[in-house]
């Protein structure tokens, strides 16, 4: 049977890896520096802007149509505002994470501007979750707008058409694997050779590190990796941990301070 999450007092000092795509790993890491951490960013995704945002601009211009329109990530956000210049009154602003909760405080939608729901449970936040907080009654027959990659899971929207509710989605922004050129495959194995923890937010990142591993160190690099301790602040990220091997698995809270907290609490 695979081990149970590790207590956070399990930790020990070691080289700490942040997978986010570069701009988001920035901040995190230079408090971690700060922190006096050896803090080390190697992207396991890329965000980049659509080649046409012509629909995004379009549905950000008719926003105020919308009772609700929900944001499934940090990146989402952003994107949005590049194409938007306020908040329309009285649409509900609805987040899956206390990234995205951050990133739209950011552009000044907060709960003194707007509602803004989102999860009340900080250790699982996803669709399901969102959704426990959603009146879907007080949305029957109305629209609902779902900012989002170009791929990505379409439970939320499904659950919403159940529940009698008309759903627009548009895409903000794509992502995908960062290359893996012969200085990543260098940088990888250096990684595994130190014996790295690894920060990884999406099951989506933790699907590419496997795939860089073994084609960079190959078999021997993946079982080696296996043994490495893993902070997530997602139970579906940790399953999805545990189902491909990992058993050194911490799961932690959504949002960079509970991040924080458990490197914090390492001896």
């Known amino acids: 049977m695979p ?21 988001q790993a920035e901040p995190l890491a230079a408090r971690l520096t700060a922190m006096g951490r050896d803090a080390r960013i190697f992207p396991l995704l890329e965000i980049q802007p659509l080649a046409d945002n012509t629909q995004l601009t379009a549905c950000m211009k008719g926003l105020a149509d919308y009772a609700m329109v929900a944001f499934v990530s940090p990146n989402a956000i952003d994107a949005a505002f590049t194409c938007l210049s306020h908040w ?30 989102s999860p009340v449970d900080a250790q699982r936040t996803d669709s399901e979750t969102l959704l426990e907080v959603v009146d879907l009654p007080a949305l029957a027959g109305k629209k609902v707008l779902i900012v ?26 794509s992502r ?63 399953e999805t941990a545990k189902n491909i091997g990992f058993e050194q698995v911490i799961l932690t809270a959504s949002g960079d301070e509970a991040l924080m907290a458990a490197i914090q609490s390492r001896p």
């Open 176 to 238: 995908s694997a960062p290359l893996l050129d012969d200085q990543r495959r260098q940088e990888l194995s250096q990684l595994i050779d130190a014996r790295s923890d690894w920060i990884i937010t999406s099951s989506e990142a933790l699907r590419y590190l496997k795939e860089d591993v073994q084609q960079a160190a190959g078999t021997s690099g993946w079982e080696r990796i296996k043994q490495a301790t893993l902070i997530v602040p997602h139970l579906r990220i940790a």
């Open 148 to 173: 989002r990659a170009e791929t990505g899971r379409e439970l939320l929207a499904d659950r919403l058409r159940e529940a009698g509710i008309s759903v627009d989605q548009v895409a903000a922004y």
């Open 3 to 23: 081990a149970p999450y590790l207590p956070l007092a399990s930790l020990s000092k070691t080289p700490i890896v942040i997978t986010r795509p570069q701009s």
């Open 88 to 117: 329309p009154q009285g649409v509900v602003a609805a987040v899956v994470g206390e990234g995205s909760r951050l990133a739209l405080a950011k552009h000044g939608v907060t709960n003194e501007t707007a509602m803004v729901l």
